[in-house]
């Protein structure tokens, strides 16, 4: 039997850390080989994606996709860690606040915005996690960076609760979305609840919940290696090119190719042949997956093409 090698969407539930949900899936799957893409804190449920085997490679391709949430923030409150799992260090009116007044400053962070990261996060200054110089008792300038918020819908108003939901750019942190939106209501605010629904086309529908998941069921539901790069783009070549592109050759820039950074190449068979990345005017193998026939002995996604 071949090693297991897929993209597994696992639900997955409050109070454990990615990478105790990278650990019992390496123990479901008997596979050392298991990695996630994108982190959620042990207070956030939801979608998180897992590559198993070989297609662990693809990760990366991953990271950077949009996000969709639904959060709950505690309003009239400020946490040390802009969540529940921090101390209260302040306390506000909030009682005042209508759906109008909250609906006004909500506008300010629909859009690119300028967001700092939580001090209580892995975002890392000078080579260390900002969690262990906060926790240090350490003054650290951490400089804002511009996020995306596409989306930033009221789905309820129970004072002191505002449920949102938010579709964002990736790196976006939503503990920081609340206190900030809680300080410009000027009452403060902190997550109280955050479930993930999306990542790119991954959705919760796809997503099996952790605890339903055994050795029998696992292969059912990885996603096939492929639906990792679904999002980029195919480039369409004659065989000729693709042969050398599976040799490790440059490739030149046509005028009629795709002008994006990333691109995939199919094979006849819908299976994924390589990455190309874009440079100047040819396109660099950047991480190519030949085919069992040409690979004397390799099989799919055993291949790396490095640039010299």
């Not at 750019?169 to 939106?181: E, F, N, Q």
Request: aromatic residues 4%; contains cysteine.
């Amino acid at each position: 039997m071949s090693p297991l090698s897929g993209i597994l969407a696992v639900d997955k539930p409050i109070d454990l850390t990615s990478h105790d949900v990278v650990g019992q899936i390496r123990r479901l799957s008997s596979m050392r080989r298991v990695g996630h893409a994108g982190t959620l804190d042990p207070l956030a449920t939801g979608v998180l994606l897992l590559g198993i085997g070989r297609a662990t490679r693809l990760l990366e391709y991953l990271l950077g996709l949009p996000k969709v949430y639904e959060t709950a923030v505690r309003l009239g409150q400020t946490t040390n860690t802009y969540d529940a799992e921090g101390e209260i260090v302040a306390e506000r009116p909030f009682a005042h606040l209508t759906l109008a007044d909250i609906a006004a400053v909500l506008d300010r962070f629909r859009g690119p915005i300028q967001q700092t990261p939580p001090l209580y996060s892995a975002v890392k200054k000078d080579g260390r996690p900002l969690y262990k110089l906060a926790r240090a008792g350490l003054e650290v300038d951490v400089p804002a960076r511009e996020v995306v918020i596409e989306e930033l819908t009221v789905l309820a108003w129970m004072p002191p609760t505002l449920r949102l939901r938010v579709a964002c750019s990736s790196g976006t942190y939503i503990r920081t979305l609340g206190h900030d939106i809680g300080s410009a209501l000027g009452c403060g605010g902190y997550l109280t609840a955050l479930r993930r629904t999306a990542v790119g086309g991954f959705t919760l529908d796809q997503a099996m919940p952790l605890a339903e998941l055994n050795p029998t069921n696992l292969v059912d539901c990885l996603l096939p290696p492929e639906t990792a790069v679904s999002h980029l783009p195919i480039l369409s070549l004659p065989a000729p090119e693709v042969a050398r592109l599976l040799l490790g050759q440059r490739l030149a820039r046509e005028t009629d190719h795709a002008l994006h950074s990333l691109v995939r190449v199919m094979g006849p068979d819908g299976r994924l042949l390589g990455i190309l990345r874009a440079e100047a005017d040819y396109w660099q193998p950047h991480k190519m997956f030949p085919p069992d026939s040409t690979t004397q002995g390799k099989t799919l996604y055993d291949t790396d093409i490095h640039p010299r």
